[in-house]
C-alpha cells in the first residue's frame, strides 16, 4: 500500500498553488510536509481528502486513482483527515463527534433500529466502546458528553484527531496539529501521534513545529512555492542549503532547531528515527 | 493535566419543579380535552395537527439544519390524497389506513423530488426555492379543476374509519390524533438518536466535515427531506379526514411559516419545544379571540420578546425528551 502523488497541479484561477508535485507516501513511517505560508501544504492534504479537487494529475492509493472520487468515497476509502482550523461538529458532544464516523456501516440498519429498539444494540453498544477507547487514549474520556464547541481549543485539536482516527484509516492526513498548542500540550501531543504510528498506516503531518517535525518525522517533503523543494530524512533536510535558503533562514537557526529537536526526543524518550 | 470532567452540574430543584408543573398542565389538559365543548376539542385538534407538522418540518431545520420554506405542499399533498381516494370527487372510497400509507409513501416521493434539485442550495437559496415550490403546489391545487376542484376544493369526504371503528366526531377525531401524533413523536425521537439523526446534526453543523468522515451527504439529506415530507402528508390526511373538505386556501403560505415560527420560537431541533411552540402560536390566539385587533399586536410583541430572551427557543436543543424523562423519573 502506496499513496503515491503523480505530477499534481492545483491552480486557483490563474495562480498556481501546487505546480508538478509527484513523491510517495508509505506505511509505517511517519511523513512530514513542511514549507513556508502559501507553499501549498494544506492544498496538498485538501486534494487528497478530496475537499479540492486536482487541476491535473493523479492521487493513487494502493493502485487506485483517487482525485476523481468524490470526497465521501474517498473518506470511506481509507483517508482520514484534520483541518488547519478545527472543524468538529460543535453541538454534538465529544463521544458522538466520534461514534457519527460508524454512518457509512450502520446507516443501513437505521430503519430497524428506529422501529424495533433492540435490534442492533449491542453492536451500538460496541460502538459506543471503542469510541470510549479513543476518547481515552487522548485522555479525553471526561468530556465524552460535553459538547465538542465548549472543550478548551487543545482538547478540541486532540478530539479532532480522535474523530480522523476512529474511521480506523490507512491514510491520516494532519493539518497543522500542534497550531495554538502550548509546549506541554504540544509534547502531550507528539507522544500520542508517535504511538499512532503503525505498518499498515500512511501517517501525513504538516506542521510548521520543528521541533515536533524534526521528532517525529521520518520523511520530509519540503514544499515552496507550490514546488516540491526537497525531500529526504530530516538530517538531510536540515542539511540541505536549498531548505535552508528557502525556508529555515540561517545555518544558526538550524543548528538551534536540531538542538532543541535531540532535546525534545530526549525528554519524551521517543526513539523515532530508529523505528523506521 | 488529566481531563476534567464536566457533567451537566446537578440542577437545583427550583429548575426542575417548572418542567414538571408544565408537564402536569399538560397532562392535564390532555386528559381533560375529552370533556371540553366541540369547539375547544377542534382548537386542540387544530394544536395537535401542527404539532404532528411542525415534528415533520423540525426534521429538515432542526435535525439537518435545511431551511424549508415550502413544507405546507407534503401537508397538501396528504390532504388531497385523502380527498381523491375518500370522497364522491373519482367515488373512490378506500380505507383510511391504506389512504395513510398511500400518502405517507406520496409524500415521501414528493419530499425526494422536491429534494433532488435543491440538495447543492443551502440558506436563504433553499428558503427561496422550496417557498416556490409550496406556492407550485397550491396554484396547482387551485387550477386543476378537474382533478382538485379547483378553489372550491372537494367537499363531503368520508369519514375515517379504522377497523370498522369510525373516526369523525371532534372526540373521535382528537384520540385519533392522539395516538399518531405520540406514535410520530417517538419515533421521531428514535431517528433523531439513530446513527441518521447524528448524520443530519453533523451535516447541520459542517457539511464539509460530514462528507470527510464519510457521509454520503445526498442520501442523507434525501432522507430528512423524505421524513419530513411524509410526515407532514400524514398529517394533511387527518386534516381532510376531520375537516371532511379540503381547498387550496387551507395551504398558503402563511401555514409554511407558522409552522417554521413554532420552531423557532419553541426550540429548534426539539420535539418539546416544538410543542410548547405549537401551543402558544395555536392556544394564544384562541384565548386571545376576544381581543380582536389587538390579539395580532401582542403576538408579534410576544415573538420578539421571547426570540430576546429566549434566543434558542422556550425549550432548548439541550433539554430534550431524555431530559424530561429523567427529570420525571428522577434517573
Ligand atoms: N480556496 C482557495 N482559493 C484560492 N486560493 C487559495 C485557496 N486555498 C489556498 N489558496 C492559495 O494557494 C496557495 C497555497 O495555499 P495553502 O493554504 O495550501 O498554503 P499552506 O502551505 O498550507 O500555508 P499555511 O502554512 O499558511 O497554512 C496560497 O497562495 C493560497 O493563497
Ligand atoms: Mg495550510
Redesign the pocket.
Known sequence: MTLIFQNIR?Q??S?V??DDVSTEFVPGLIHGII????????????MTAGS?AVSSGAIVLDGRQMQSLKKYEIANSGIARTY?NIRLFDQMTALENLEVCYYPTEVGATWREVLWPPFGRSQRERRREACMEILRFFNLQGYASAEAGSLPYGRQRMLEIARALVMNPRVLLL??PAAGLNHHETAELTAKLAELRSPDRIMII?E?DMDLVMTLCDRIVV?HH?KLLFQGTPAEVQANPDVQLAYLGTANDIDEIRAAAQDRRAKLGIRARQRS | MSAVDTPAAAEPRTRRIIPLLVFALAVALLVATPFLPNYHIRVINGLLIYILLGIGLNIVIGYAGLLDLGFVAFYAVGAYTYALLASPQFDLHLPFLLILLIAAFLGMLTGILLGIPVLKLRGDYLAIVTLGFGEIIRIVMNNVDWLTGGPQGIARLDKASVFGIEFARPVEIYFLLLVIVFTVAVLVWRMERSILGKAWAAIREDQDAARGIGINTTNAKLAAFATSASIGSIAGVIFAASQRFVSPESFTLQESVLIVLMIVVGGIGNILGIVAGATILILLPEVLREFAEWRILFLGLLMIVLIIIRPAGIVPRSFGPDKLIRGLFGK
Open positions: 492545483k486557483y484561477g495562480n498553488a501546487i514549507g513556508p505560508n502559501g507553499a501549498g501544504k494544506s492544498t496538498l492534504i485538501n479540492y488547519q493539518d497543522e504538516v510548521h514544499m507550490g
